[in-house]
């Protein structure tokens, strides 16, 4: 067996040097998964990814896959459409919410020279997508007095300066703040946002808060774009499938860009599986359990001694504010249990996420957090 290592060092090879400056600066995505793998820990409870706890028993139509799978799967897009009340030429499928977000970036915005602009604490994608395509990133922090809300005004004024912001990600309901952006500030950023860049609203957890969605000001408002992903209501984080819904013309623009075959076979057929009546209805039954649970865990974790604050939640997990956010973050994955550190976020510095569980998972995070919280005492 050669050394990969050895070898390189051999020939003089550098790939750092090589490579675009922007990709090699980056810091590689610190998922949980990584992070205990090189550490050698053995995760038991996972709630640190808003996955739904609970999973579908699917399987694809078919086992022969020589052929190229269509382009956009007619039957996801046209049921996606009906589930959405759009028309089908204002649905793209894509590999995920991510795929999405690389998407618009890749469309809209030049290397070198454009920028994105987000609301921090936010969603991590939008800043790694521009990154990794050399787009700049202009962070507009929100406060958390205000629900996170982004300020309009501000904005305004902001393009007015900053002609090379092209697309702007607002995440409504927010992750990781939980709360959904007021429908009237969505109206002031469409009007802040028309004819300067796209407006774009990710809503990845909208099933958990239906009445948070902007789908209907799509037809008013054509440079707004929404973000959508079977991998958190429809308990399809494996599958990779998620979708833009957007104004025909844009969505032409971002057929030019994606990949000729971008979803595979056996999701195309498991995503129109689950987009028929009935699996939407098992959808809206396992939001009522999540919610249900999400709620009991929020009254448990406000009742332990450590915690500051739950912030309420619109989505499938919780921001908790503790006295020692660190401590009890290191304890829990020493026990097994996996939430997700929020500290490197602005005005999060004392927070944690986690994602809601099987009660059974809930009762165990409670119980150790008790325990964990009775020790420092
Ligand atoms: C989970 C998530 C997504 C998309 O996830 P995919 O699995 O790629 O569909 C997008 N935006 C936010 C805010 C999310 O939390």
Redesign the pocket.
Known sequence: MTNPTKSRKEAGFDPAALARPEVTALKPYASARRIMKAEGLEGEVWLNA?ESPEAEDLAPLTMNFNRYPEAQPEAVVERYAAYAGLSSEQVLVT???????ELLVRTFCRPGTDAVLEFPP??G?YAVSARTNGVGVVDLPTDPSTGWTPDADRIAALLDERPDVKVVFA?SP??PTGASIPRAVTERLAAATAGRALLVV?E??VEFAPEASVVDMLGTHPHLVV?R????AFAL?GL???FVLADPSVIGLLLKVIAPYPIPTPTAQIAAQVLAENGIARMHARVGRIIAAREALAEGLSALPGVEAVMPSETNFLLVRMRDAEGVFNALVRRGIIVRDQRSQPSLDDAIRISVGLPEENARLLAAMADIMGDRR
Do not use: F, P, Q, W
């Not at 590999?95 to 977000?101: L, N, V």
């Open positions: 808003n590999r995920g919410g991510d795929e999405a977000i936010t969603y994608m995440c927010g992750n990710d990845a957890y973000i992903t079977l991998s958190k984080a990779r499938c998620g």
